[in-house]
């Protein structure tokens, strides 16, 4: 019976010998250091089946041959002051020889020189958020959420679980192979521990302090964590996913990043002239609420009793729209409520937040649009304090006179050369973000002007347009944002830059257009 | 009951000393960061203007602000990445802007990676030192003051000094 | 056996009220130490069955029985209930039965402070439990209740949670105190301090652990209350404080902790061992210079729960040292146990099976300590299953099976009855198994990566899983028959002798079994 406990005890002990490389085991990692880790476990894992072997085997060799039922008499001894020093003393050694190898490899660990990237990785409940700080002597701004991308439904049972289930994200973080990646871990609320088991970091993200951990990846692939610190509710659901390239593709994929974020921003500029109507917010908001909202306010935003409250019976619904707004924007501090102004689109803000003021038996009616979100975001082009003069941010002349109509302009007519220098300007200016300066636009997102049919075609419908903008698209109405001089400057370098040379307008023609259609 | 009495006083004395132990533990915490760079807590007290430079050592020193994200603050610095001399005396400037319609207070607490390094930058003037004062929109340029003891660990080639911004508005 | 008889009358005419008065009221050791056994048994099982919906939601990947939220709730009060309610209130339960009676006192020194250190208890529980069944729930943060998630983003009953643990708190240390004083005061004439039984040894030393760390954690609460109702900074950032100093005030409560639910169940070897293998202890000096050296390492090695904090290197080196230092006594204890055993005269009655299991299982638990200890390594296994598969081989096949091999070692003395042997054998065998079962597979999971305290897992660790859940069920439901054990032996069975068992050695074997009501008011001589 015993010798069979014994061997049942190897039998238990084996499979982490044998089947070292699979699923359960320590992973040798991508990483020298994670190696080193590797090397370092199973080193300790063996000398400890080592001493357990001979401890019990002496235990068990005596479980078996002095037993009371086969006549064994109880020897006297009770203490022997030479074995116990010798068993104090050989154990203090083999510490000793383990304690070598895991300084060095700590020492190893803990090596403040110089980095190739360094990353500044923010946790939040639940999700993780990378900004890209330096890339050699280059100044990186780009910064994106990593966020869960397993279904609810999977997550509930009611769909097939993929292959990656709970481990993959909409956005994996990017990092090249072969170059020391520093990272800087912070957190926004409460304490996160960031982990990926193949580069062995896992370092806590601490609300008000930074953290730092470097790692140096040798093979190129998609690898996988979790966060390892309970951080409430859904811990369990802030995957990590790094996609590790090489450095060439790495940075191929920077540069694509930083032209998609610029798109993005001109697109959300965009939408700052669009209307949706309500059953468009509507089905959006319900996606967005879904996939953002529900897990804590629940689907039929009743919210749970005492941790999330109800949207559906709330204030904050059913009252004033800018609060609602505000606490979307922006979430509320203390609380599990996160800011979203960030996260979403200003049209998925609008869509939620609509939805949330006309679903579940609501039906306020209000209909918010992407440009009252957008209108609460913050924005930073502030002059600096007077008094301190060092950095004052230009404002654009421009933008600010809002309240001048076209009548009001002095109607001088200008030659032009001096159209053309003034057109270049305010075209830079207002429509360069979307058409861009070349005048080609954005594939799919915002058509071309050079070669257009407006270009190309009558002057009054291209003075229209920029005049009362394109219903329905991002083409927004410059009527009452620039002088009728301005549009006309725009208008002439519109029709004579990027190789042609067309009509010249003056102010007073689109002051003829604008009392025309009056 | 009375053969016990001593006994029983000494340790309900000794029990009651260790619950105020717990509170000391605070204050010695502090100083056991500052010996050790436990925790990259830098000190929030002026240093005294350094006197000498060393050429021959330069570290990297990168600057970090954090706000909360939706936070009504954003501090920048044009100067993301420092590389300064040992000793030598540096100015960055930052400029805190408050982003709401309100006016409103924050205070930055700094934080310094590698936690080691923490005690040999020495910040002459901060300011994280004090409450920043913000009106509505406003935008106010703040400057930092620092320089790096003689005393840094040769290996220490980059450091970073960190601020989190936190809006205490409602706290005061 | 005359002597005793009379002391029995005595103790009944002495004994006036009855039914729950008598518990209620009661100022005798056996009394208390029986409310306190019982107590334990009761959050058992209260905490099993939580242990029960965190594997039956475990046992798939998906969300199936509970919400996430609910699940960490189980995880915290589990935890809770199971260190504060379950594992520490069985141990001071042994003490108040066995001290006085194994060093000759007639009862305990501070009778009326025993009972209000075992009645306050139930209200601790009360408040922790009913805080799982009002609006917002339970604590969720996890039994280390890590600042900021237990202060600003807690919900609104964490007060409760902070009130229950000072009554645990205050209990503790109420008992701490009464068992010193007894010890130190009580002893019967000739019972000098190096000639106590080790399980009065390991529980002094215990009880000083206890006095010294309590008060820490019921600072640490304050703190997390006054932190979260009353605006102070203590753990946040905001207003100078720190979160990661948290983790250091508590880990400096918490380590000594883990001795205090280790140390006594050392005691409990330390006795039963000796008695099947016919033989005295192997080196007892030793054993005691181990349980103080123990004791004062536990105060110097906290922060290797917290290597993932970020710390300077000389800091985590020292770490690493010290925690690998304290192998060093324990492994002194396991080979003086094994040096015991040795050309001993061996017989494996159920509490030496219980014993012998007790030292192969708590250092595979040692063991998974060591590779913890180990700073590098320790970033890949910290808050994985690694970690929850070491501190339950510890805790469970550690401490638990410690108590359990105390009760059916002491039971007969207790009750006058043996208990149900071969029923008891079957006991230790479905334990032995089905908790190897459960929480043996919890290292390769957390070596492959699984995080603890998560309510839903990645599909690699399925199969795993479903065997630990199956474990846990077949575990949960063999302690059920330890109950029955236990009931059956009080109710009746075969009348043991005043020396239960043949190899026994101690004063508790000279008293009457049943133990009378009072026992030893007149000090025995001890040479």
């Known amino acids: 019976m015993t010798l069979v406990r014994a061997v049942a005890y190897l039998i238990f002990f084996l499979p ?109 409940q639940w999700k993780w958020h990378y900004q890209y700080l330096t890339y050699g002597q280059q100044t990186l701004d780009l910064g994106f959420y990593s966020i869960i991308s397993t279904p609810q439904s999977q997550i509930t049972n009611q769909q097939q679980k993929s292959e990656t289930y709970l481990l993959e994200v909409d956005k994996p973080l990017v990092i090249p192979t072969g170059k020391k ?84 921003a001109q697109q959300e500029d965009a939408l700052k002239d669009v209307s949706f109507n309500m059953d468009e917010l509507m089905a959006l908001g319900k996606d967005v609420y879904e996939a953002n909202c529900s897990v804590c306010h629940q689907s039929t935003g009743q919210g749970l009793p005492g941790l999330f409250p109800s949207l559906k019976d709330s204030p904050i619904t059913s009252g004033d729209v800018q609060q609602h707004i505000d606490i979307v924007l922006h979430g509320k501090p203390g609380s599990a409520m996160q800011a979203f102004s960030k996260q979403l689109s200003s049209k998925q803000l609008a869509a939620v937040i609509t939805y949330e003021r006309n679903a579940w038996g609501l039906n306020s009616g209000d209909v918010v649009q992407p440009r009252d979100v957008q209108v609460n975001e913050p924005s930073a082009d502030r002059p600096v304090k007077a008094s301190q003069p060092t950095l004052a941010i230009e404002i654009p002349t421009e933008k600010k006179s809002t309240n001048n109509t076209a009548s009001q302009d002095p109607l001088v007519d200008l030659d032009k050369s001096q159209l053309m220098q003034l057109g270049e300007q305010a075209y830079l200016e207002n429509c360069a973000m979307c058409h861009q300066a070349s005048g080609l636009g954005l594939t799919g997102a915002f058509p071309a002007l050079k070669g257009s049919a407006m270009i190309e075609g009558p002057i009054e419908q291209h003075i229209e347009l920029v005049l009362n903008g394109k219903e329905l698209t991002a083409m927004m109405a410059f009527k009452d944002k620039l002088s009728a001089a301005t549009i006309a400057a725009i208008i002439t370098y519109e029709r004579n830059a990027w190789g042609r040379s067309g009509e010249v307008i003056q102010a007073s023609d689109v002051n003829n257009q604008i009392k025309g259609a009056e | 009951m009375n053969q016990h009495r001593p006994l029983l006083k000494r340790l309900v004395i000794s029990s009651v000393f260790m619950f105020a132990f717990a509170f000391a533990l605070v204050p010695l915490y502090d100083v056991f960061c500052q010996v050790t760079g436990l925790n990259g807590k830098p000190s929030m007290e002026k240093a005294p203007i350094s006197d000498s430079i060393n050429t021959t050592q330069q570290v990297d020193v990168n600057f970090l602000t954090h706000a909360k994200e939706g936070s009504p603050f954003k501090v920048n610095t044009k100067n993301q990445r420092l590389t300064v001399n040992i000793g030598e005396m540096n100015k960055v400037s930052f400029i805190a802007s408050n982003l709401s319609n309100q006016d409103r207070v924050f205070q930055a607490i700094p934080s310094v990676s590698p936690g080691v390094a923490a005690q040999y930058l020495h910040k002459v003037q901060c300011f994280c030192f004090e409450q920043q004062a913000l009106k509505a929109n406003e935008n106010i340029e703040m400057t930092l003051l620092f320089y790096i003891d003689e005393a840094l660990p040769i290996e220490i080639e980059e450091m970073t000094l960190s601020y989190t911004l936190f809006d205490i508005t409602d706290n005061i | 056996m005359n002597d005793s008889k009379q002391q029995q ?178 002893r019967a004439p000739g019972m000098t301090l190096m000639k106590m039984p080790l399980f009065v040894w390991t529980w002094l030393i215990t009880a000083f652990l206890l006095i010294a760390v309590m008060p820490v954690l019921a600072g640490t609460v304050t703190m997390v209350l006054t932190d979260k109702y009353f605006g102070t900074s203590f753990f946040n950032a905001m207003g100078g404080g720190d979160p990661v100093m948290f983790q250091h005030i508590f880990w400096f409560f918490g380590h000594p902790e883990v001795y205090i639910m280790i140390l006594p169940a050392f005691g409990i070897i330390s006795t039963i061992i000796p008695t099947f293998s016919r033989k005295k202890l192997f080196g007892y000096h030793s054993m ?68 012998i299991a007790f030292i192969v299982l708590f250092t595979i638990g040692g063991f998974s300590g060591l590779m913890l200890a180990i700073t590098p390594a320790d970033f890949q296994y910290h808050d994985t299953y690694f970690v929850v598969a070491h501190f339950h081989y510890v805790l469970v096949t550690g401490a638990l099976f410690s108590i359990i091999a105390g009760v059916y070692f002491w039971l007969p003395k207790w009750t006058g009855h043996m208990f149900n042997i071969r029923l008891a054998k079957i006991h230790f065998w479905l334990s032995l198994i089905s908790v190897n079962v459960l929480f043996f597979p919890m290292h390769f999971v957390g070596l492959a990566g699984m995080p603890r305290r998560i309510a839903d897992y990645a599909l690699q660790f399925a199969d795993f899983n479903m065997i630990i859940s199956l474990g846990g069920f077949a575990f949960g439901l063999s302690q059920l028959l330890f109950v029955y054990c236990v009931v059956q032996c009080f109710r009746g069975g075969e009348k043991v002798p005043a020396k239960v068992w043949d190899g026994a050695e101690g004063l508790e074997w000279q008293v009457a079994s049943p133990a009378p009501y009072h026992t030893f008011a007149t000090p025995p001589e001890v040479k």
């Not at chain 1, 074995?83 to 060095?104: C, G, K, R, S, Y």
């Not at chain 1, 990272?183 to 302090?209: C, E, N, Q, R, Y």
């Not at chain 3, 009944?12 to 208390?32: F, P, V």
């Open chain 3, 288 to 355: 005691v210079y181990a349980t103080v050296s123990i004791a004062f390492l536990s105060f110097i090695v906290w922060a290797h729960h917290m290597f993932t904090t970020g710390m300077p290197l000389a800091a985590e080196l020292f770490f690493m040292y010290s925690t690998m230092l304290i192998s060093v006594p324990t492994g002194v204890k396991i080979f003086n146990w094994i040096a015991t055993m040795w050309r001993g005269s061996l017989s494996f009655e159920v509490p030496m099976l219980f014993a």
């Open chain 1, 181 to 264: 990646v520093r990272f800087l871990f912070t957190s926004d609320d409460v304490i996160h521990a960031w982990w990926i088991p193949d580069f062995a970091v896992k370092k806590d993200a601490v609300p008000g302090f930074i953290n730092e951990a470097w790692t140096n990846v040798n093979i190129e692939g998609i690898y996988r964590g979790q966060c390892a610190e309970l951080c409430g509710k859904s811990h369990a659901f802030m995957p990590i996913v790094v996609d590790v390239r090489s450095p060439e593709q790495f940075e191929q994929w920077l540069i694509e990043q930083q032209q998609l974020a610029s798109q993005q």
């Open chain 1, 16 to 124: 982490e010998i044998a089947f070292a490389n699979s699923a359960i085991n320590m992973r040798q990692g991508v990483t020298d250091i994670s190696e080193d880790v590797y090397q370092l476990h199973m080193t300790i894992f063996i000398i400890c089946c080592v001493i357990a072997l001979l401890v019990f085997s002496v235990m068990f060799w005596s479980i078996v041959n002095h037993r009371k039922s086969k006549g064994a008499k109880a020897a006297q001894f009770h203490e022997s002051t030479k074995v116990e020093i010798l068993w104090t003393a050989i154990p203090v050694l083999i510490l000793i020889a383990m304690a070598i190898p895991a300084t060095q490899t700590l020492i190893r660990m803990e090596d403040p020189s110089k980095s190739d990237l360094t990353i500044k990785v923010t946790g939040s």
């Open chain 3, 9 to 186: 009358n005595e103790s009944i005419e002495h004994y006036q009220a009855s039914g729950i008065k008598r518990w209620l009221y009661t100022t005798n050791h056996k009394d208390i130490g029986t409310l306190y056994l019982g107590f334990s048994l009761l959050m058992l099982f209260i905490g099993g069955g939580m242990a029960m919906v965190i594997r039956a939601e475990l046992f798939q990947p998906g969300l199936q029985l509970v919400e996430p939220n609910f699940f960490n709730q189980m995880t915290t009060v589990h935890g809770l209930i199971m260190v504060f309610g379950a594992v520490m209130p069985a141990f001071v339960g042994l003490a108040n039965w066995m001290i006085p009676l194994m060093i000759g006192a007639p009862d305990m020194a501070l009778p009326r402070m025993n009972n209000w250190s075992f009645w306050i208890l139930p209200f601790a529980f009360s408040i922790l439990i009913g805080s799982l069944f009002m609006d917002g729930g339970g604590p969720n943060f996890g039994w280390t209740f890590y600042a900021p998630l237990s202060t600003t983003y807690s919900n609104d009953n964490t007060a409760l949670f902070v009130f229950s643990i000072h009554i645990m708190g205050i209990s503790s240390i109420m008992g701490a105190i009464n068992i010193i004083v007894t010890i130190f005061n009580l």
